[in-house]
Nanobody, 125 residues
Framework: VQLQASGGGLVESGDSLRLSCSTS????????VGWFRQAPGEEREFVAA????????YYSDSIKGRFTISKDNAKNTVYLQMNSLKSGDTAVYYC???????????????????WGQGTQVTVSS
């Protein structure tokens, strides 16, 4: 399984960015894709996830209402639309996936067995 994150960059507070996670897995299949982020000196933090077969989505409280996770089955790609960005959103963002993720592990990085490289998001205040 391959996952590749892209779309990061340097933006100002209040701006928007859309991250993409291109995957070798059919996005209509039994697979869960999650977005995590890690700021310098911090632990990796859950951001959002989507179950590809049902489209069920999960969000961290810290970004709920500002970020939206979605998928494009034709492109086998999962997106993270990030609006109203704040300086606290600055981090390296990773996409991860799992065929065997159980519900209780949705928010836990340890539950995901496949990881892509990160993409840097920097929000200047």
């Amino acid at each position: 399984v391959q996952l590749q994150a892209s779309g990061g960059g340097l933006v100002e507070s209040g701006d928007s960015l859309r991250l993409s996670c291109s995957t070798s897995v059919r996005t209509s299949g039994r697979f869960t894709v999650g977005w995590f982020r890690q700021a310098p000196g911090e632990e990796r933090e859950f951001v959002a996830a989507i179950r590809l077969n049902s489209g069920t989505t999960y969000y961290s409280d810290s970004i709920k209402g500002r970020f939206t996770i979605s998928k494009d089955n034709a492109k086998n790609t999962v997106y993270l639309q990030m609006n109203s960005l704040k300086s606290g959103d600055t981090a390296v963002y990773y996409c991860a996936g799992s065929f065997t993720l159980i519900s209780s592990n949705t928010y836990n990085a340890a539950g995901y067995s496949n990881w892509g490289q990160g993409t840097q998001v920097t929000v200047s205040s």
